[in-house]
């Protein structure tokens, strides 16, 4: 299987800031990249799709990148409702995600 | 609306058994794949299963297979997990999820239901 590293696990940032999260592919994904959102004790929310396809509704704050093996989201102002966990998710085989960064406030 | 509602989850011995349901609406239910994803508590998600659109083709991960069962009704709009010979490693919130596009089991997941939580305890 195809392994997928976010990095960091926990990221501490204000309103306000662009922050940043890497997911980082073991082999070539080309961009069959997904990202998700979760926050506490609800279902994950879907993101973007093929590395950098903003899923609609979703606030243009959001943006995703990359294809390969290294991805970025990114959010260019934080937002309250934005502190949560992130998850990539890489389906161009069997599919897996990575581990999660957490998003606090700081 | 689309809509995914699980049902099913219980507290459950180990070695035993339990299905899980979930029922679709808002959506052409046969368009597309459908798979289950799990979250243990504190931990992260983990793709657990997955169906093509007529229920020909089904997929697993290797810490469920030959224990877990996936099976669709399109006719009534309904995704099954059949779970036998439970772990306490098999406890953890299970979703229903909705595949992007009719390809399993490579596919992103656009619509996640509420989770339903499968315990595995003596």
């Known amino acids: 299987d195809i392994q997928m590293t976010q990095s960091p696990s926990t990221l501490s940032a204000s309103v306000g800031d662009r922050v940043s999260i890497t997911c980082r592919a073991s082999?070539?994904?080309?961009?069959?990249l997904a990202w998700y959102q979760q926050k506490p004790g609800k279902a994950p929310k879907f993101l973007i799709y093929?590395?950098?396809s903003l899923e609609s509704g979703v606030p243009s704050r959001f943006s995703g990148s990359g294809s390969g093996t290294e991805f970025t989201l990114t959010i260019s102002s934080l937002q309250p409702d934005d502190f949560a966990t992130y998850y990539c998710?890489?389906?161009?085989?069997?599919?897996?995600f990575g581990q999660g960064t957490k998003v606090e406030i700081k | 609306e689309v809509r995914l509602v699980e049902s099913g989850g219980d507290l459950v011995q180990p070695g035993g058994s339990l299905r899980l349901s979930c029922s679709a609406s808002?959506?052409?239910?046969?368009?597309?794949?459908m798979h289950w994803v799990r979250q243990a508590p504190g931990k992260g998600l983990e793709y657990v299963s997955g169906?093509?659109?007529?229920?020909?083709?089904?997929y697993y991960a290797d810490s469920v297979k030959g224990r877990f069962t996936v099976s669709r009704d399109n006719s009534k709009n309904t995704l099954d997990l059949q779970m036998s010979s439970l772990t306490t490693e098999d406890t953890a919130v299970y979703y229903c999820?909705?595949?992007?596009?009719?390809?399993?089991?490579?596919?992103?997941?656009?619509?996640w239901g509420q989770g339903t939580m499968v315990t595995v305890s003596s």
């Open positions: 999820v909705k595949g992007s596009s009719s390809f399993a089991p490579s596919d992103a997941f656009d619509i």
């Open positions: 808002g959506f052409t239910f046969s368009d597309y794949s």
């Open positions: 169906i093509s659109t007529n229920g020909g083709s089904t």
């Open positions: 082999q070539s994904i080309s961009s069959w």
């Open positions: 093929e590395a950098s």
């Open positions: 998710q890489q389906y161009y085989s069997f599919p897996t």
